[in-house]
């Protein structure tokens, strides 16, 4: 990928939800009660056009789609439809033991993940739907949209897909956020695509590589059965958990309340990236302590940027429109009134615009000043962050 445009946060996790996705349900690691399946819900979120967010997506399918048996969907619009593919996605997996699993095993993809989800109004049922698929029940039962009620055995599904901060709260209404579904996603943020690439042609060491890669795959595809910790890992494991807090005064990196939630999950999204080191290396179905220390940078490098995600949404309707006029104000540091309208009046009439200067004025985000920088007479606006 190194010839292309997309942020290399995008880059590597679009890597993660490849391997995720080959693996599917036929794999898993118990710790004590509880069983970790490699699965993983991962959302670019980033302004329009400036990190490349589809085409780090388009990429990554087109990895997948060397492999037929790998079930990719990316026009579930409703629900039903969503459920009708996991139905269709039902395989059997031969395990080491020589019995015969059978996985419902689905990959979402997709370009537009508002459109997915469809609008806030009116999607709590496809919300609701995708929570308990995370976990990978060993039953669910759903209505499709030709046989009525389906029960479907060991449904997994993994996701990966492209937002705009906008999109996305037009999507999830406030009280999602923080719990619920959000709390299972990885939220990939990046304000800038990785280099300007005017035609993005693979060299011949690339093409090379990426059939080697795609060799690989189709190894990892075929690995079935248990992953295992090692002795030593597990008591690595043990102390780090022991001492992680996911309280907002202790080891958060991200400190937005919206992620509380998340905290609660974060040893959950470590463990599943292990996993997918693991297979990433080899066919061993071992995790070693190594891999989980790589999981525990890659969320980290997650954790440092994802608090922009959530900034468009929140419980009024002009959140989206704050943030903007914010974030002008902010790069101008001083600036008058009426050159904020000239910038912004396609979007934020006048009665609006009002309210959001009222609204950020009495956050203390912004200072209302009567005399510019050079001493003009006027409304003006300054930052005081």
């Not at 009002?354 to 050079?374: F, Q, S």
């Amino acid at each position: 990928m190194e010839n292309t445009e997309p942020a290399k946060l995008f880059d590597i996790w679009t890597g993660y939800s490849v391997l995720s996705a080959a693996l599917r349900r036929k794999v898993y690691l118990q710790l004590g009660r509880l069983t970790y399946f490699p699965n993983i819900y991962v959302v670019f979120v980033a302004e329009p056009g400036v990190a490349r967010k589809t085409q780090a997506v388009k990429y990554g399918v087109e990895l997948l789609s060397t492999i037929p048996e790998i079930k990719m969907s990316s026009d579930s619009a409703t629900k039903e439809a969503m459920t009708d593919d996991i139905f269709d996605s039902g395989l059997d997996a031969l395990m080491p033991d020589n019995i015969n699993l059978r996985h419902s095993s689905l990959n979402i993809i997709s370009k537009e993940f508002e459109s997915f989800l469809g609008q806030k109004k009116e999607n709590t049922r496809m919300l609701m739907a995708l929570t308990d698929l995370y976990d990978c029940p060993d039953e669910w039962s759903s209505r499709t949209r030709h046989s009525g009620s389906t029960k479907i055995t060991r449904p997994w599904l993994n996701l990966i897909a492209a937002t705009t901060p906008d999109s996305l709260a037009s999507s999830l209404p406030a009280s999602a956020v923080g719990g619920g579904l959000t709390s299972r996603i990885l939220f990939i943020w990046a304000d800038r695509k990785k280099r300007p690439v005017a035609i993005p042609s693979m060299t011949p060491k690339e093409l090379i590589l990426k059939d080697h890669l795609i060799k690989d795959l189709y190894v990892i595809s075929r690995i079935a059965g248990e992953y295992v910790m090692t002795a030593d890992c597990i008591n690595r494991w043990q102390v780090w958990y022991d001492q992680f807090d996911e309280d907002e005064s202790g080891d958060r990196i991200c400190t937005d309340k919206s992620f509380n939630g998340w905290y609660s999950r974060k040893p959950t999204f470590i463990i599943k990236i292990a996993i997918l080191r693991s297979a990433a290396e080899s066919d061993t179905r071992v995790v070693q302590w190594r891999h989980v220390e790589e999981a525990l940078q890659a969320v980290r490098d997650v954790e440092l940027v994802m608090g922009n995600a959530f900034k468009a949404i929140g419980k009024s309707e002009i959140t989206g429109e704050v943030d903007t006029v914010l974030q002008l104000i902010r790069s101008a540091k001083h600036i008058s009134e009426k050159q904020v309208m000239t910038t912004v009046w396609r979007d934020i009439d006048s009665s609006k615009f009002d309210n959001v200067i009222e609204t950020l004025i009495k956050t203390g985000k912004v200072k209302r000043e009567y005399i510019g920088p050079n001493k003009e007479v006027g409304v003006w606006y300054k930052s005081t962050e």
